[in-house]
């Protein structure tokens, strides 16, 4: 079963200049973010099979213990498509159990790489060749992939400009007035792609910047006047 590889992560280049005032306003938010963390270099994957597993398994838990799952199945040498399509689901279950739901991701992380098997030959290279509608369209097509799951995996593993939207994503707009309480996952995305360029680069490092935002000051309790979006507020 081929598996290509990862690609090159290159640090977004900034040569544009939105024509919109919401497309300043992100294009302000990401560079306020980018200045106070620094460069992310997301997805911390080796490969794009190793990228689709963490989509998986990073549901409802936090990146280290994901890494842990992972690091679970690495020593064990069964980061392959041949080895976890073979693994019985028990044994998978209890190999990533360190991220939490472990029966469930399990069947999950099943679900999707059978998908590949069953419609693909295993063949991810060609599984991510097609186009960008159609790997999102397949993705969202297997039980327990999501829309924020389908598109880490379109955006980190098949390298296709397509912005990631997640809890933390919803809320910082929210509170900065830039999309309703009641937005949707579609119109927040669409909020990203249509004001700013189509570049996995950036959306790369925007969602990974919005992510430490999320995590570090705009929680279910913020800490605004640490937030590196504190100044935002003042340039609307």
Request: hydrophobic share 40%; glycine share 4%.
């Amino acid at each position: 079963m081929k598996q290509p590889p990862c690609p090159a992560k290159e640090p977004p280049d900034q040569p544009f200049i939105p024509f919109t005032h919401t497309g300043r306003r992100l294009l302000e938010m990401f560079q306020l973010l980018l200045a106070h963390f620094g460069p992310q270099n997301w997805w911390p994957a080796e490969t794009p099979l190793e990228v689709m597993i963490g989509a998986i398994l990073t549901q409802n838990t936090n990146w280290t213990n994901v890494e842990k799952a992972i690091s679970n199945l690495k020593g064990k040498g069964l980061i392959s498509l041949d080895c976890l399509v073979s693994l019985p689901t028990a044994e998978l279950a209890q190999e990533i159990r360190p991220a939490g739901y472990y029966n469930i991701k399990a069947k999950r992380l099943k679900n999707l790489l059978n998908y590949i098997v069953d419609q693909y030959h295993g063949d991810l290279a060609y599984f991510f060749n097609q186009e960008t509608d159609a790997i999102r369209e397949g993705l969202l097509s297997v039980n327990g992939v999501g829309q924020e799951t389908a598109d880490s995996i379109v955006l980190y593993a098949a390298n296709r400009p397509l912005f990631v939207v997640d809890a933390y994503t919803h809320r910082i707009l929210s509170r900065h007035s830039m999309a309703p309480e009641e937005a949707t996952y579609h119109d927040i995305q669409s909020l990203f792609m249509d004001h700013l360029p189509e570049d996995v680069s950036l959306y790369n490092e925007f969602h990974a910047l919005i992510v430490l935002t999320g995590k570090h000051y705009c929680r279910k309790n913020p800490l605004c006047p640490e937030c590196p979006l504190h100044r935002w507020e003042e340039h609307q």
